[in-house]
């Protein structure tokens, strides 16, 4: 400390999780006068062990940003932001909302959120939207990235529940990464990767030679979107071979024997010309699985943003059940999560499910949330909301008329951009509820409203691995910016439905709320008896039904072989492969893979992108790696100006040569404006999740002499 200026010495210090990714890494924040100066990682922390990444390193200085919206604005007739009065603002989001819904029914109103507010938030803004406003359409971002691991987990387990505890990262023999680059997208779940003390097999499969792939000992090249095939393979190895644990499919699974015919067709020789990977190949990490004690499978976006991700995922599920990997330490069927509190937008968000993970369709669940919530049961739908693409797709039929966006960019994240901009355009009333009032959502917006961020207010995240960890506010929201909670509370009174919350007085008030929903459920946190039971503890695993300082760190699920269904069985779940919706041709010859691109920077970089130091880690300009075979053909050298173009639109970027890219393929990172011009749209049946790492491009020099 003696290094340390005047400035930055704390006074006190306090603990709380970061506000980016699902890792939930925790940050020890030093206070001068009540007010964060600065911050280190927190060593004793589960999760982290001491550890944080550049974002988390990072976390405070994007507070300052020049660009924070710090007041209403409104837009005025000659078409600019301007600053009003909260009173005004409120005034005209009910105001224009409400005669909305008169003229064309509550259902022309919907709500996109997010999986970066705290859960208490999400909770408070579908409760809200749907039981005090009568929105019946609203969805999260985090249908852009996790729906299709909660769709895949419902369906096979009976609840959406990873199992794991990230102790597992350390005690595999056998780590089988899928679409997953967790060097760089969780790098501190890495680091326990790196912690592992059993020379463990590290299986990548991915399309691109990541950072991971070059780290793994093993490394399956796949072509895009055959990994359905391969994981089918592997299974009928499995079969073939009886290296499968029958007492445990027979004790705790269903569907078993229709699966075993089922894979029968699906050859290691077809999975090859499928992939481009060897049959010898196929045959021997098959063989690695039989040998390892304990094997985990571990996903990501590859997986997730598929066309078929959910069929993906339960074909790993599917390897974990009929091999018996689950349930003990180091093995699982494990989806890595996406951003800070995806799993509290999957469980508590109100949106395409009922508070608590349960269903709107199911009469005794409705009771169950009036009767916590002291509501009439009648006013709950009964139906489920629109998935995001539903919601999009409705502006354009015009069934869609007033969209409140709340904490995400969905004007530079959402597939085929120029048109999800076009729609947004055709709205009677775009609402933009986000701390910073430049992102490109932002800048289309008929009335933004300034939020507090991480840091400025309290609540709780849920992980990756289901923790519960505590956010806090240590430091004053600039200007006239609330918390979003703050917010939902002075809608409900301009509303005039403020006597339906008047239990929701404070996060604190709202977790104690969400308690009693989660009892007897899966997701049971009613051993948790407040925000200071929880920090003492260093957070807590759901379900936690004991008192949490009693309660072991490191749990996973499924530890007795029973699941979640009625029947406490697991599903083996499948179906026949299908072709890309969109195969490379003459006019388009490339296959185009999004991704992310660095540990520095975050999804649309609306926070990170305003860090100097994260700015330098990356470049600012938007690149495009291609193989130097391709490179060479095509007349393009490394750095070149080069246009990328699709059937949708076209950027212009930088080239990167470089053969970490497969023949025939492009990578662009996702965290550029420009990306989502050119991606196709089109979803999994299942969860409805984007498909963003498939479609067709062509590449072309921009200056050719
Ligand atoms: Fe934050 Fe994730 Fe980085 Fe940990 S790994 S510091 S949670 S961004």
Partial sequence: LGQVPARLKPDAT??????????????????????????????????????????????????????????????????????VTWDTALGE?????????????????????????????????????KFGMGILHGDGNTRQCMATAATAYKQSFGFDAPPYTYQDFEESDVIFLVGSNICIAHPIMWERVCRNKNSPEIIVVDPRRT?????????????PKSDLSVFYALAHILIREDWIDRP?????????????????????????????????VIESVARKIHEGKRVSFWWTMGVNQNYEGVRVAQSLINLALMTGNIGRPGTGANSITGQCNAMGSRIWSNTTGLLGGRYFQNAEHRHEVAEVLEIPVERIPTED?????????GIRTGEIKGLWILCTNTAHSWIN????????????FLVVQDMYHTTETAQQADLVLPAAGWGEKEGTFINSERRLGIVKRVRRPPGEALPDFAIFRLIAEYWGCGELFRQWTSPEAAFGLLKELSRNRPCDITGIDDYAALDHAGGAQWPCTEPVANVEQQRRL?????????????????????????????????LLLTGRGTASQWHTQTRTGKSPVLRKLYPANIYVEMHPADATLAGIANYDEVSVRSRRGELAATAFVTPTVQRGQLFIPMHYEETNRLTLPHFDPHSHQPSYKDCAVNIQPLHEE
């Fill in 14 to 83: 306090t603990d709380m999780v970061c506000g980016y990714c699902a890792t939930g890494c925790s940050l020890r924040i030093h206070l001068k006068e009540g007010e964060a100066v600065n911050l280190s990682p927190t060593s004793e922390y589960p999760v982290n062990l001491g550890m944080a990444c550049p974002k988390g390193w990072e976390a405070l200085s994007v507070l300052d940003a020049p660009d924070r919206a710090t007041q209403p604005l409104r837009r005025n007739a000659l078409g600019d932001l301007e600053p």
């Fill in 93 to 129: 989001f009910c105001d224009r909302f409400k005669s909305i819904g008169e003229a064309y029914g509550p259902e022309s109103i919907a709500f996109l959120s997010t999986g970066q507010m705290v859960t208490e938030e999400m909770a408070f803004l579908g409760a809200l939207a």
């Fill in 211 to 223: 950072e991971t792939a070059m780290a793994a000992t093993s490394h399956l090249a796949i072509k």
């Fill in 248 to 280: 445990f499919i027979d004790a705790s699974t269903s569907g078993f024997d229709e699966f075993v015919a089922f894979v029968q067709q699906y050859t290691p020789e077809r999975a090859a010309e499928a992939s481009g990977v060897d049959v010898e």
């Fill in 385 to 393: 909301s629109w998935p995001y693409h539903k919601i999009i797709e």
């Fill in 417 to 428: 951009q120029s048109d999800t901009r076009e729609l947004l355009d055709k709205l009677d």
């Fill in 558 to 590: 499924f530890t007795d072989g029973r699941f979640y269904h009625d029947d406490a069985r697991a599903n083996f779940l499948w179906d026949e492969t299908r072709a890309m919706p969109e195969q490379p041709d003459e006019e388009y010859p490339f």
